[in-house]
């Protein structure tokens, strides 16, 4: 069983929905990313997803672009993202991480390569935004052959023959994007959101987490009541982005902690 799975299984016999926080690899500097990934496990995290830094980052909003701009002022790509990772598993070997970005980074490395790489690291899953399901068997066969969970994106526009792709395709969980836009966005309608994932759950079998609009403990525990996982990614990188950079370990650890606090106060039947 993945690192995901288990996960996934660990939080149900618990009756727990899983928090999943995203950041930016490198920012606000690369020292400053392994150090975050520990802290955010430390806060509750139960999956980590690290964004790969990219210089056109189409579904972000202005706060993650931001992120990956710092980011890119140190250089920091793909290589050095895996590196982190690897750097991060001297210590923690149980906490799942999902890379998160685009296609251009794995086609400048190969699939072949990346996914070899990703492996000895200590990566369990990708979530490459711009590869829609169509046109991506060739690299999903890559992430299986080294069992490395292939994540991908749905949204609310999403057409159903396009679900029911996902549905034969994605491991580890489906990423349910809660609203129509570039994340950040805060315009959260809840009733869509659970008329969609009653759709979702008609066919896929695998956790849905459900990200983009959740500031707040508030909006996270109303999506821990309907999702499996909550995602959480501009809030946090906002956090980071105000913070002194003495003070962003700590900062980040209130916030990640106050979320984790309002997604456990949420009462689970499975």
């Known amino acids: 069983m993945s690192r995901i799975a288990t996960v996934f299984d660990r939080l ?17 500097d690369p020292a400053m990313t392994v150090p975050l990934m520990h802290g955010l496990v430390k ?15 189409m579904a972000d909003g202005p706060t993650i672009q931001r992120s990956s701009e710092r980011a890119l002022k140190y250089h920091v790509g793909l290589k050095d993202v895996l590196t982190m990772v690897e750097e991060f ?7 799942p991480v999902v890379l998160m970005g685009y296609a251009n980074p794995v086609e400048a490395m190969g699939y072949g390569k990346f996914s070899t790489r990703a492996k000895e690291c200590g990566v369990d899953g990708v979530l490459t935004v ?23 994106l749905l949204s609310p526009t999403t057409p159903q ?7 034969k395709m994605a491991q580890g969980y489906v990423y349910y994007v809660s609203l129509k836009g570039v994340t950040g966005a805060s315009h959260l309608d809840l009733s869509e959101v659970a008329n969609k994932l ?21 909006t996270a525990k109303a999506i821990a009541g309907l999702a499996d996982a909550v995602v959480v990614g501009s809030r946090i990188i906002e956090e980071i982005e ?22 456990d106060e949420v009462s689970i039947k499975y």
């Open 12 to 28: 149900r016999q618990q009756n727990k929905k899983a928090l999943i926080p995203f950041i930016t690899a490198g920012d606000p």
């Open 43 to 57: 806060a509750g995290a139960d999956i980590i997803e690290l964004g790969v830094p990219f210089s056109d980052p």
């Open 89 to 95: 598993r001297k210590n923690d070997m149980r906490t």
């Open 130 to 152: 711009d590869y829609p399901p169509e046109e991506c068997v060739e690299w999903v066969e890559h992430l299986r052959q080294k069992e490395l969970d292939a994540v991908f």
């Open 161 to 167: 023959t396009r679900i029911e792709q996902v549905a």
């Open 198 to 218: 009653i759709q979702l759950r008609s066919c896929i079998s695998i956790p849905i987490g459900v990200g983009f609009g959740i500031r707040d403990g508030v």
């Open 242 to 263: 105000k913070s002194p950079r003495a003070e962003v370990l700590t900062n980040v650890d209130r916030l990640v902690k106050g979320l984790r606090s309002a997604i």
